[in-house]
Antibody, heavy 119, light 110 residues
Framework: QVQLVQSGAEVKKPGAAVKVSCKASGYPFIHYDINWVRQATGQGLEWMGW????????GYPQKFQGRVTMTRDTSINTAYLELRGLTSEDTAVYYCARCLSGTSFLEYWGQGALVTVSS | QSVLTQPPAVSAAPGQKITISCSGS????????VSWYQQLPGTAPKLLIY???KRPSGIPDRFSGSNSGTSATLGITGLQTGDEADYYC???????????FGGGTKLTVL
């Protein structure tokens, strides 16, 4: 069965960077895009961008450009989200989610990884 | 401020029917398919509806989706206490070149 398993919770200081991983199994990793979505406590969903694991192509909304990088290691079917210049406003649960290339619906989600930014 | 607008909350009794609206614009809902997600407390979102009105395998037909112009609607019939959750609409926005979500609607089954 399709599974996306994310790395564990992280605590970071303001100004630092965090790298969250998302290991895929149960399907051909390179055939589906990986998206990242975050959710602050008690808040709604915020889309952070997409990555094509086959080509490495990425797309980020303007809000995150220059601060976010999405990468992958196809040898271990794992996608990564790196977010730099952390502030308290980046405290959130970060989800990876799979979608078919060319579509925008997120059919499988990881369990989420809590990132806390605190001095 | 979310790009897509949803009511913050809806409520109804078990067995009843509800609808949740999602209002957008010509750059998003007006041109792209809408998806809906259910988020139970403390869990990751789950895909309920995609391509505006299609249900993934395993989603009961109590859940339905529709679209009219720049708005979309999620319908749930035969409400159950297990349906209590937050519901989000999502789509692509051509002007922003980004995925966008509604602010979410909290469903309470009284």
């Amino acid at each position: 069965q399709v599974q996306l398993v994310q790395s564990g919770a992280e605590v970071k200081k303001p100004g630092a960077a965090v790298k969250v991983s998302c290991k895929a199994s149960g399907y051909p990793f390179i055939h589906y895009d990986i998206n990242w979505v975050r959710q602050a406590t008690g808040q709604g969903l915020e889309w952070m961008g997409w990555m094509n694991p086959n080509t490495g192509d990425t797309g980020y909304p303007q809000k995150f450009q220059g601060r976010v990088t999405m990468t992958r290691d196809t040898s271990i079917n794992t996608a990564y989200l790196e977010l730099r210049g952390l502030t308290s406003e980046d405290t959130a649960v970060y989800y990876c989610a799979r979608c078919l290339s060319g579509t925008s619906f997120l059919e499988y989600w990881g369990q989420g990884a809590l990132v806390t930014v605190s001095s | 401020q979310s790009v897509l607008t949803q009511p913050p909350a809806v409520s109804a009794a078990p067995g009843q029917k509800i609808t949740i609206s999602c209002s957008g614009s010509t750059s998003n809902i007006g041109k792209n398919y809408v998806s809906w997600y259910q988020q139970l407390p403390g869990t990751a979102p789950k895909l309920l509806i995609y391509d505006t009105n299609k249900r993934p395998s395993g989603i009961p037909d109590r859940f339905s989706g529709s679209n009219s112009g720049t708005s979309a609607t999620l319908g749930i019939t035969g409400l159950q206490t297990g349906d209590e959750a937050d519901y989000y609409c999502g789509t692509w926005d051509n002007s922003l070149s980004a995925g966008v979500f509604g602010g979410g609607t909290k469903l309470t089954v009284l």
